[in-house]
């Protein structure tokens, strides 16, 4: 009985908060150029970088930045091409994987924009950098994170050629938009590996990108954690190709969660939310003592409830910065 009334409790405490999830960011695939910090005409902050080593790591962000509906104030840099944010120092982050492995909770939230084994360059010839950099004036800087002539860690001694990419991850203050802009994809073209793109908060809160059965001209929305992009002289990113993710700007003051109603009570076959102001949510139904008995998305804001047994549910729906959470009954 116990945990039953925390799980209710719980629920009815967070029937009128909106959180934004990165889940729920708009997605656009655009741009034609790589703007290369060194052309930019900002002061440029050059890090230290060795194998796995980046310093310093973790940098202050000029601006609050908002990620997955919580604000930022600074940021961690990894060579293996990606950032994170929240408490975490470098050694208690994935070195690789950062999407698909589990992080810990000081881990908050990662922007990935390869998320292999990287490693730098330093020839007579080439040297890898990563750089920082803030464009613009306020309110509207950009914080930028350039890696410049990175490779694929067993490229290095390969005798026929060593990989040389760049790329970048670029936060905006006030829209707080994430790109990640591709330059120099120069390849060894006996490997073939496969690069994590997109944003995490959770393990359940993700919004990436795949080329499976696709081309980088045309990515996929990852509908699980684990799909990627496959990376090889066939297969790489544009020149210039600029991913980026919005949030939904959409908060519960835009309207009036209380004359949202979910009928009929008690239901049969269906369930009908009026007033949600989305065309369309997600949605997870739970048993009393917390169990998920269904989920799914609808686009009618209609969803059918057949299939459960008769009882007492919550049901659990998200649509953009929005959450609701609403107790019904189940008939036969």
């Known amino acids: 009985m116990i945990k039953k009334l925390i799980f209710i409790t719980a629920l009815a405490l967070s029937s009128f908060i909106a959180k934004a999830q990165v889940s729920d960011y708009s997605f656009q695939d655009n741009g034609s150029s ?7 005409g900002a002061p440029v902050t050059e890090h230290i970088v060795n194998d796995d080593v980046v310093s310093p790591a973790v940098v202050s962000l000029p601006f609050t930045f908002k990620f997955g509906g919580v604000n930022q104030n600074s940021l961690g840099i990894s060579e293996n091409g990606f950032v994170w944010f929240g408490p975490a120092q470098p050694n208690e982050v994935s070195l690789t994987n950062p999407l698909t492995n589990s992080q810990l909770d000081l881990v908050q939230g990662i922007i990935s924009a390869a998320g292999i084994d990287l490693h730098p360059i330093n020839t007579n010839l080439a040297q890898t950098k990563i750089s920082t950099a803030v464009l613009g004036q306020a309110p509207n800087r950009v914080f930028v994170v350039e890696w410049y002539g990175t490779a694929r860690i067993e490229t290095i001694d390969d005798p026929t050629k060593t990989d040389i990419i760049d790329f970048q991850i670029r936060l905006s ?3 707080n938009k994430v790109d990640i802009v591709y330059g120099r994809t120069i390849l060894n073209a006996n490997f073939t590996s496969y690069l994590e793109v997109g944003l995490k908060t959770t393990d359940v809160d993700f919004n990436t990108r795949t080329t499976v059965n696709t081309l980088w001209s045309a990515t996929l929305r990852g509908t699980v954690i684990d799909e990627k992009c496959k990376l090889s002289t066939l297969s790489k990113p544009a020149f210039g190709q600029r991913f980026s993710w919005t949030a939904n700007t959409l908060s519960s003051a835009d309207f009036d969660l209380n004359k949202v ?7 049969t076959t269906a369930l009908t939310v009026q007033g949600w102001p989305n065309t369309g949510f997600e949605y997870v139904i739970f048993d009393m003592s917390g169990r998920n008995m269904l989920q799914g998305n609808t686009e009618q804001n209609t969803l ?3 299939s459960l047994a008769a009882g007492h549910y919550v049901i659990s729906i998200k649509s953009g910065d929005l959450a609701l959470h609403r107790k019904f009954v189940k008939i036969q």
Do not use: H, R
Not at 34 to 40: D, E, G, R, V
Not at 261 to 267: E, G, L, N, R
């Open 34 to 40: 790589f703007p290369y910090l060194s052309a930019s």
């Open 173 to 175: 203050e006030t829209t």
């Open 261 to 267: 109603v979910v009928y009929p009570v008690p239901a």
């Open 304 to 306: 059918s409830v057949d």
